[in-house]
Each structure stands twice: as C-alpha cells, then as structure tokens.
C-alpha cells in the first residue's frame, strides 16, 4: 500500500492511509474517518475549529459518565440527549459537505489498511457506510482485508448472509488477490527483516524451517521479532545444548496456538508420546496409517486451524531429538522458565575456577558465580558441574595421546575439587538449597561415572575423589531430605537397582552407598521413635502421604527400626506406657494397625510387601507381647476395649498367636465379663467394630474412661 502511495502522489492524487483498528465502535471510526479527510483535505488548519472537536468529543464522554452515575444526569439526558445528538449530526453532515465541496478539484485515495486487526462486529458496517453514507465523488478506497475475518462479522449484523462472497460482491469493484509468498519471497523477506532487526537469529535453520514459517507477512514479522527477543537467552546457551530448530518450531507453536503448547507442556503423557511418536517415524517403525491415528497431539487439536496446528507438531516431533540435554518438554517451558544455569555458563565458571592459582582465590570465583540467589544457583551449579566431570571423564576414555589425557585427568580431578569446594565449604546440600529432584541428578550422574575404570592408573584418584564426593553430599543434610530419599537409596536394595553392584564398580563406592543407606534409615528411625512421645503421633502416619517412607519402616521386620538397637529403645518407651497416655495412645494405634495389616487378607492388595513384613511382625512373639502390654498399660474406655477384643481375637485365631502373649490385665477382664460377656468379634472386618452389645449412656462410658 505504500508503493501504490508513493505512485499515486507522484501521479497529483491526494492519498491519505486510515488504520480501522485504532476504534472501538463504527461511529467513533467513521468521526475519526472523517477527520482524517478533512484534516488531508486542510480542511481543519484553523485551531478554533480543532479545538471545538475535541471539546465536544470530552463533552459527550463526560455528559455519559455522569448518565449512567447519577440520577439528574439520567432525568436530563431525557431531554438533552436528542439535543446532543441532533447537534453532532448537524455537524457531521456539514463536515461532509464541506468535504464534497473540497474534492470537486481533487482526487482523493484513501487505503483503508489494517483491517484483519478491526473489530470484526463494526467490519460489515464500515465496508456498508463505505459504498453508501461515505460515497463521496473522487474519492477512492483500496481496501487491505481478509475475507476470514470479515465473515465472522457478518452474522452479527444480517443473518442473511452466509458467506463474504455475495457481501464484498456488493461491495468491492475490482477485487485482487494477493498471491501465495513463494518459498523465495520468504527468504527476501525474511533477510530484509534479519537486516533491520540487527539480530543474532540463525539464518541457517530458518532456511531449513521455510517450509513451516507463516505465509502472513504480518504474522512472520511477528514471529522474527519473538526471536529476535529471544537472542539473550539463546545467547546462554552452547550451540550443541540445545536444538534451535527445536526451539523456533516451539515458539511457533506458542505464538499462534498459545492455549494448545501451554496445554501440551502440562501434559507428560502427550510429551512422551509425542517424543516416542517422533522417533517412530523418523526410523519407518509405524505405517502411514498408524502415524494418522495415533498422534498423541489431536488431543489438544483446536478447530480453527487444526491442519496448521498439526503440520507444527508434526514438524517438532520430526525435529525433537536426544542428542541435546534438553528435550521437547525442557523446550516448550524454557520461554517461560529459563535454566538457572545452562552448560555454557558452568564452563565458563569453571575455566575461571581452574585458572584460580589459589584455594582462596578459587572460592572468591565461585562467591562470585553464586551472587544473586546463591540457594537456586548453587544447587543449579552442583548438577551442571558433576554433568561437566561425566563430560570430561568421557573425553579421557577418547584421547590417544598420554600427554593430553594427563591433561584432561587433571581437569577431572579440578571438576572433582569444585564439588567438594560447593559441598564442604559451601554447605550447598547441608544448608537445604538442594531440592530432592537436583540431588537425585546430582547421584545419578555420579554414579554414572563408576564405569570408567581402566586403565586403573588413570582412573584410581577420580574413584576415590566420587566416594569422598558422595560423603560430603549426605553430611549434614536435612532429615526431611533423607526421609524423602531413602526410597531410593536404601541399604538393602541400593547397590542393587543402581547396577554398580558389579565387581567393577570397585568395594569403596558399594560401601560408600550402604553407608548412606544405613545413616538415611537411622535418621528416619529416630523420628518414627519420636512420634511415640508425641500425641497422635502414630495415627500421622495413616493420615499423610509425606511420611510414608516412615510408615513402611515401622512395619517392615527386616528395616533398621527393627534391629536390636532400636528394639532396645523402643521398648524402653514401651515401659512408660504405664505412666505415660500419650505413649500408651500411639503404642495402642501401632498395635491396631500392626494386626490390621497382618490379619486381614484383604490388604494384601492394598499394601503388597508392607502387609507380609506386618505378618512376619505380628508373628514374633516377644515383640507382639511388648506392643500389647504397652496398649493396655492403663485402663482404657469401653468403645477401645471393644476394638481389642477384636484385634486380640484376630491374632488368636488367624495367626495363631499363643494366648500367652496377649494376657489380659484384670480391669479389661473386668470390663469385658461385665459390659461384653457374649459379644462375638468380627474378625473378618477388624476394621469395623461391631458395638451393637455395648448399652451404656455417654456419661457411663466417660466415667469408665476417667
């Protein structure tokens, strides 16, 4: 449109560009239409007439507000109303006239652009007033329009119409289409928006991705802008880290269909499926038909658009691959949650770290890499940096020349001193900045670097230098973080499932990680004993999820909370349950849970493993008979003796548990010949007592409770 400006004013037209979107309604567009021509025209160069324009539009704004605020105002736009507005029509109809007058020596050309970016309810009655109210002679309109956008305007004003054909029909003369940008007419303009944008985009992938790109001049513009902001954080980044392809092809995705990647980077199922699907077509391992049926993105396929939308998934899943550390998930968020610390970052410290010459200056460097939010980048930094030794570890095991692999050795080992610097001096686990999920790839990743070991001689110091790494990553850290890592690194199946238990892994570090086990389950121990003491402490145990790991050690025969140590100590506290309510209440709630697994076949599909270990449990007699004279200790009201009974006649009669171990003290024998003589206990559901033999009033049963 402004090619055809600059011709048409060179040829003695007046040319005026109007853009649509700037109003709200179609009578403050036709004003500002109106306006505009006539300020084109010089029709408004007297300030006096500017001025009362802009007074009346204040006017009317002002007379409104006070209309629908205050009930005079309503009373007097009654009658001031029609005023007004027979007042703006006036002039209106004068400006128009003023304006024909004008134009009887004058061509006028008025490209009305912009108009996909108008309101689609005023766009029919624009064009409407255009041909009809606004058909002034020598004037001329060229028309910048999408016949998409202006039929979702069409309903609102006549149901008649059905589709922008007929409409534009009536409306526009000499209609033109603007051709398809050829995949060439892309690349010029992309370049020649590079050129002005002066930005660090990687022209070479945006070749590779011109199939993809918007055929909307507007909405590629749109887009190289978006990535032209993205050049900070992309900057961060090392070219092999993250694929950038990737990352575009996201970003398109994100710009035109927002709700839909938003939805998709929720969802960890249609991530993984569409990283598994991807992969599948890249490598002919599913048919055409499959690759149809099963795409895991239709889930989230809008109806408008949906044949672009998929093309964008489908061109992400073919681009996705795991030679980068971040996969299509890490992409999608990474606009909106940047990493802390990316890989490039970590070498950078890391050069500054080795080229330290001394201890001090080596934490100065790392003082100053962890200056804002020392907790977040910290912990951040402890991951990269064991990446980074894995890294250099496997860049040993390829170089053929002595003198280098010294060199890189050495390398390891400074990885090696950094950790410990982090972990040590620090305190980066110890002061609880590392979250579960960064210590669990912080382990993860050492223990992946147990396979390195020959030649030995080469290999000998970093073995050495990941155990004493491993102790200094568990010393001082937070119950509540070895609580929710002991699932993972517990002492009897930890070497086991991290398959280092191989002979090659070397005995230290099969130590070193049974070590850990034991001081996890030991810490963990010690705040299940500490529940006993506590009120309702046991009872926590079947109400919160978060300390399961707690729950499963109580019940577990073979866990460290039963060996002869904590035994001792538990039953230590068993003997205060005389003295104690509080002890005495959570002995009785482990002893009810205990039968409660034991006893009843209905848990074992409930709780699995945890309801044979309780089994094996209710099945030691010395330790069933401790857990029972804690519970009863004192007397205890009646509705508990009731569940007793029951709980007792369970280990009698399904595990068979002596009599002997369960003798009853003489005032719940008392109790249960006087208030329970012919009760029959359902062993069947321990879970539900049955209480319909108790006849005692609430005032009874609180006086037996006292």
């Not at 305007?153 to 149901?159: F, R, Y």
């Not at 991290?498 to 810490?523: H, M, Q, V, W």
Request: charged share 30%.
């Amino acid at each position: 449109m402004r090619m055809m400006d600059d011709i048409l004013e060179g040829a003695g037209y007046a040319c005026l560009l109007f853009l649509s979107w700037k109003a709200k309604t179609f009578e403050e567009l036709k004003g500002r239409l109106l306006l505009d021509i006539a300020d084109k025209l010089g029709l408004h160069e007297n300030k006096a007439v500017k001025a009362m324009d802009r007074g009346k539009s204040v006017l009317r704004k002002a007379w409104q507000a006070g209309r629908d605020e205050n009930v005079w105002f309503k009373i007097a736009d009654t009658v001031a109303s029609p005023a007004i507005t027979w007042a703006e029509e006036t002039h209106e109809n004068g400006l128009i006239q003023r304006i024909a007058e004008s134009l009887k020596e004058t061509r006028l050309v008025i490209f009305v652009d912009d108009l996909d970016r108008a309101r689609p309810e005023v766009l029919p009655e624009l064009l409407l007033n255009l041909r009809e109210v606004l058909n002034l002679p020598n004037v001329h309109y060229v028309l910048g329009l999408s016949p998409q956008i202006v039929q979702e305007g069409l309903a609102d004003v006549h149901k008649g119409w059905k589709s922008t054909t007929g409409f534009l029909e009536k409306i526009v003369e000499y209609p033109a289409y603007l051709p398809e940008p050829s995949e060439n007419h892309i690349r010029l303009f992309i370049r020649h928006q590079l050129e002005k944008l002066h930005s660090s985009i990687n022209k070479d992938v945006l070749e590779d991705l011109n199939p993809y790109l918007p055929r909307n001049p507007r909405r590629l513009k749109t887009f190289l802008r978006s990535l032209s902001s993205l050049g900070g954080l992309l900057g961060r980044f090392d070219p092999g880290e993250i694929n950038i392809a990737l990352v575009y092809l996201c970003q398109m995705l994100r710009l035109e269909f927002p709700e839909e990647a938003r939805s998709i980077s929720r969802d960890k199922e249609v991530i993984k499926g569409m990283q598994e699907h991807g992969l599948n077509v890249a490598f002919n391992l599913m048919s055409k038909k499959e690759s149809k049926d099963e795409r895991p993105e239709l889930k989230y396929k809008p109806q408008q658009g949906s044949e672009r939308f998929l093309e964008l998934c489908q061109a992400i899943k073919e681009a996705n691959n795991y030679g980068t550390e971040y996969g299509l998930v890490d992409v999608l968020i990474v606009f909106d949650n940047p990493p802390i610390l990316t890989r490039k970052e970590t070498e950078q410290v890391f050069r500054q770290f080795v080229e330290a010459a001394s201890e001090a200056e080596k934490k100065a460097v790392l003082r100053s890499a962890l200056t804002h939010d020392i907790s977040s980048r910290a912990s951040a930094l402890l991951v990269k940096t064991v990446q980074l030794r894995t890294r250099l570890l496997n860049h040993v095991a390829h170089i053929d020349s002595l003198a280098q692999q010294q060199t890189a050795v050495r390398q390891v080992a400074d990885a090696g001193n950094l950790l410990k610097i982090l972990l040590q001096d620090f305190g980066v686990v110890r002061e609880g900045w590392t979250s579960i999920e960064d210590w669990k790839a912080f382990e993860e990743e050492l223990t992946k670097q147990a396979h390195f070991l020959k030649p030995e001689d080469v290999y000998a110091a970093a073995r050495n230098d990941e155990v004493e790494i491993l102790y200094l990553a568990v010393a001082g850290m937070p119950v509540d973080m070895m609580e929710a890592l002991l699932e993972d690194i517990n002492e009897l199946s930890f070497a086991r499932t991290r398959g280092i238990s191989k002979p090659s892994a070397g005995p230290e570090l099969i130590k070193a990680y049974n070590d850990i086990g034991k001081t996890f389950s030991e810490s963990v121990a010690d705040r299940l004993l500490e529940r006993f003491q506590r009120a309702d402490g046991i009872e926590a145990l079947w109400r919160y999820k978060h300390v399961e790991v707690q729950k499963q050690i109580a019940y577990d025969a073979s866990s460290v909370f039963h060996s002869k140590t904590y035994r001792e100590r538990l039953y230590a506290l068993a003997d205060t349950a005389g003295y104690n309510e509080i002890v005495q209440r959570n002995f009785l709630e482990f002893f009810q849970m205990l039968v409660y697994l034991a006893a009843d076949e209905k848990r074992r599909l409930e709780y699995g493993r945890l309801e044979a270990t309780a089994r094996i449990l209710a099945s030691d007699a010395s330790f069933t008979a401790r857990m029972w004279s804690a519970s009863v200790a004192q007397p205890l009201n009646l509705r508990v003796v009731g569940e007793l009974k029951t709980y007792r006649s369970a280990l009698l009669e399904k595990l068979r548990v002596p009599e002997s171990v369960l003798p009853e003290p003489d005032w719940y024998k008392a109790m249960v010949e006087q208030y329970l003589p012919n009760a029959e206990p359902n062993i069947d559901q321990i879970d539900e007592v049955d209480e319909t033999e108790v006849n005692l009033t609430d005032a009874e049963d609180d006086t037996l409770s006292q």
